[in-house]
């Protein structure tokens, strides 16, 4: 393995939702038992995506138990705001508070960009792209009196061009949810789903083959979902 395992997860809660991007609070509690029997040595390191307010509510209680911290990816605009991007009949979910986002800071947890609105950065201007990864940066480092270093790419999308602006931008890492970049730049997270079980964990964690063709395969549809965001744009 040649960058440090990363479980990626998005919302835990036992809420209803169209996406598969949610984990129940028994599921997570189980996982968490799990790798904190771990030697450290092969430990995944955990990131949630998309600061969801669960991420507060429901994860970081659970982590605390068994002495853990984690990564969270922010979307600048979106805090104490209910998400606007991947909401549906089920209802929006609300995003972490900035104050929320503080005290996960204050717990050691460490705080990383996911943009200022969770567009695909591949697809935006140099203008727009540089907003997105100056001005989350900026905001956080403010309210939070700390160096903000990695973001993770909404989508996990990123090309030669995205990663130029990221270290222009003062980052130092980033984080793919599809792939790693062959500098070393980009670090790949595997997405922890819905409907894992320890046995896919497992596999996760050990990079078999066929669950890293499993997460492609979905990946996939969030390339879809940004190719119809484009679409409706100009509908
Ligand atoms: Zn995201």
Redesign the pocket.
Known sequence: MNSPPIFCY?KITSRLDFGIGTRTPDAFRRDVAWIASLPASVRPQLAF??GYDNTFTAAYPILAEHGLTASVFV?TSMLGNPNSWDSNFFGAFMHLSLSQVKALSSAGWHIGS?GVT?RALTTLSNTDLRRELLDSRQFLEDALGKAITQL?F??GMFDARVIDECRSAGYTSALSIRCASSDGFVLRSKAVYRFDSPAQLRAKLADAPAELWRLRVINSFSGLTVAMHQLTRYA
Request: glycine share 0%; aromatic share 12%.
């Open positions: 998005h995506d998309d979307v996911h969770h993770s909404p989508f």
